[in-house]
């Protein structure tokens, strides 16, 4: 690695101008603001840029929403580029399989900054620092809807005196969650000896690797319900041997899953009171979201309110959100019932459920059942299975045990 300093932005799947399928029946302010929060989130971005003073940002694959861009996400992608001009920023694009072959549906023409892998066999570009050659660049861009093949194998350093750098829009082959495209082994990666590799495609932030660094920033905005908390891009510092990466969220919008406690409500209206609460909560503590709510009703609440009831309740925990300039939105209610059952009277019963309550009991612990997920990095790192965790895990279980077993009055199954 080259011993001059290095200082860049690594973002991907822009989405510029997503149309946001799946939302439906929200008031036209909130379906504007959902519409043109790409578009702030991007502004954030060159915003992020230009006050770190960045060498150079990383784009790597689907800029666009759609393989014909609109007009006005051209436009305002130029906008931006045109900015990092004007800060002396450059700025490195690849194409993936949102935006294949766009060059030739588009007019994309870039300022002089803008330096675009134009073709699907993969080649570099060398950026230089106060006029010494630092960093190669490598990538190429997406030139059909799909790129099956492994393009590992094309990205061969030439000059190890640099900082090396690979760009890369595809997916791990053991990931089967997305469409699998330019797929690549994490160990193929790591023997290419790249000093960096800026991947793309994938939504879900991640670090595959940290040496060398192997990363997924994820969007810079969430496009529906299940690209949930906080999206952005990665400030790299790179300094000889070291990489330091620092996360920035930029995302206008936040989605979210949240479960609430009602279990202890009796009323409806005093649920009203409880949703409203947790909405102002979320309000002061992320600004606009749209909300999956997992709602726990008491056993009592459940019978007394009917399916209409609970559609009504939904319209009136959003009925005021259209006039809110931070507005939570509750895409939708998913109830489930809290079933009340003594709990030692099953235990000793010899019925079946209270064998199952016997056998959480004796489970000491869950460890063994997420021996396989532990092993993975991500969350060997974030240490998550702390003790007051697992026992909520436990807890959890056993009440949807309970909420199957007993649902419908019997405790004989």
């Known amino acids: 690695m080259a011993n001059q300093p290095l200082r860049f932005i690594h973002c991907a799947d822009l989405h510029l101008d997503s149309p946001y399928k ?10 504007s603001d959902i519409k043109n929060s790409t578009f702030i989130a991007y502004e954030r971005l060159i915003d992020l840029a230009i006050e770190e003073q960045v060498d150079f940002v990383l784009f790597v694959g689907d800029l666009f929403d759609q393989h014909s861009a609109s007009l006005k996400s051209t436009v305002r992608l130029k906008k931006g580029l045109q900015r990092l001009n004007e800060h002396h ?6 194409y993936g399989n949102h935006d294949y072959g766009i060059g030739q549906k588009a007019d994309l023409s870039f300022p002089p900054n803008t330096h675009v892998f134009k073709s699907e066999k993969v080649s570099k570009f060398v950026y230089s620092k106060n006029d010494v050659e630092v960093a190669s660049i490598y990538g190429f861009s997406y030139e059909q ?20 750098i690979a760009t890369l829009h595809g997916s791990l082959e053991s990931n089967h969650e997305h469409a699998t495209y330019a797929p690549f082994l994490l160990e193929s990666l790591r023997k290419q000896n790249f000093d ?40 790299v510092e790179m300094n000889n041997n070291e990489s330091n990466l620092y996360f920035h969220s930029l995302q206008e919008i936040l989605f979210q899953e ?108 869950i460890k063994s059942y997420v021996d396989d997920l ?40």
């Open 196 to 235: 960096y590799w800026a991947l793309g495609h994938i939504h879900k932030r991640e670090i595959l690797s940290e040496n060398p660094p192997v990363v997924y920033p994820g969007n810079i905005q969430g496009r529906h319900i299940k690209e949930t908390d906080e999206k952005g891009c990665y400030l």
């Open 258 to 365: 949240i479960a609430l406690d009602g279990s202890s409500v009796e009323e409806s209206d005093e649920l009203l009171k409880l949703i409203e609460s947790l909405k102002e909560d979320i309000r002061n503590q992320n600004g606009k979201t749209i909300v999956r709510l997992n709602l726990m009703i008491s056993n009592v609440l459940a019978q007394n309110l009917s399916s209409n009831d609970r559609e009504e309740l939904h319209q009136l925990a959003n009925e005021s959100e259209e006039d809110e300039t931070t507005w939570v939105w509750l895409k939708d209610i998913k109830f489930s019932e809290h079933i009340e059952y003594d709990r030692n009277q099953l235990k000793q019963s010899k019925q079946f459920i209270g064998e199952v309550i016997t056998t959480i009991d004796e489970q000491v612990s």
């Open 145 to 164: 809807r799909e790129v099956k093949d492994s393009k590992v194998g094309e990205y061969q350093i030439e000059d190890n005196t640099l900082t090396n």
């Open 22 to 31: 799946g939302l439906f029946n929200l008031p036209d302010k909130i379906f």
């Open 374 to 413: 532990m092993k993975n990095g991500v969350f060997k790192k974030m240490d998550w299975l702390d003790e007051e965790r697992e026992q909520q895990i436990m807890y959890e279980a056993e009440q949807f045990l309970m909420q199957e077993l007993l649902k419908d009055g019997s405790d004989d199954k």
């Open 89 to 94: 920023i450059n700025a490195y694009i690849s």
